[in-house]
């Protein structure tokens, strides 16, 4: 089962532009991450925000989390074609298991020149 | 340090058969998970492994198994393989140990793309 949901599923946008990708989860967590994957590749592990932390930033990247509402976005600022990718959310295993994630469906983001 | 590194990249098998993917971890790393890539059904956890104990399994059919080596080193294998087993399987390694519940950022591999006819 799928706990974090992507939104909106596909996004396409200029270079330059901002990218903004809003994740929402269904129970309480203790942290939440996002990873990209380039064409059906390995997932690269972006950043990871954790339950008491309300924004955070690395480079072109910053992520909220809002857990009265549970969600969270991943900004990406001044866009580059190299960012086109798949972006995901994923948050702790509801079941307690250790060092598991449950991945939303995904945005993809198509960065044109 | 190198990455997770996942053999073979690419395997075609014929339904019923088996298989084993291979898996190496970052040096250092002892966690190892495993997890399977649908366009059906995402992205989906497969099991996970820390000193050659499997402490989290997903809900998938007991065909898929796997085992983890001394060396920290993994492998699953899947029995009687079914058209739906067609996937990509992507291993990642974490350097923590985890706590019940808690999750910590993992370092995947390029996956391995099994295609079964």
């Known amino acids: 089962s799928q706990q974090g949901e992507e939104d909106p599923q596909a996004l396409s946008i200029q270079e330059g532009e901002n990218a903004t990708m809003n994740c929402s989860y269904k129970t309480s967590i203790n942290n939440l991450q996002w990873y990209r994957q380039n064409s059906g590749r390995g997932l690269v592990h972006l950043i990871l925000?954790?339950?008491?932390?309300r924004e955070k930033h690395s480079g072109r990247l910053r992520v909220t989390l809002d857990t009265s509402k549970k969600s969270s976005s991943l900004l990406i600022t001044a866009s580059r074609a190299a960012d086109t990718a798949s972006y995901f959310c994923?948050?702790?295993?509801?079941?307690?298991?250790?060092?598991?994630?449950?991945f939303g469906a995904g945005t993809r983001l198509a960065v044109h020149p | 340090k190198a990455g997770v590194t996942q053999t073979p990249r690419y395997l075609i098998k014929t339904r019923g058969q088996q298989v084993t993917l291979s898996c190496s971890p970052i040096?250092?790393?002892?966690?190892v998970s495993w997890y399977q890539q649908t366009p059906g059904q995402g992205l989906q956890f497969l099991f996970e492994?820390?000193?050659?104990?499997?402490?989290n399994k997903g809900n998938f059919p007991g065909r898929f198994s796997g085992r983890q080596f001394s060396n920290s080193r993994s492998e699953m294998n899947v029995s009687t393989l079914e058209l739906g087993d067609s996937a990509l399987y992507l291993c990642?390694?974490?350097?923590?140990?985890?706590?019940?519940?808690?999750?910590?950022?993992?370092?995947f591999g390029p996956g391995t793309r099994l295609t079964v006819t």
């Open positions: 925000i954790r339950s008491n932390e």
């Open positions: 492994y820390f000193s050659e104990t499997q402490r």
């Open positions: 994923a948050t702790p295993g509801h079941s307690g298991g250790y060092n598991k994630l449950i």
């Open positions: 040096s250092g790393h002892r966690s």
């Open positions: 990642a390694s974490s350097p923590h140990s985890g706590e019940r519940g808690l999750s910590y950022e993992q370092y």
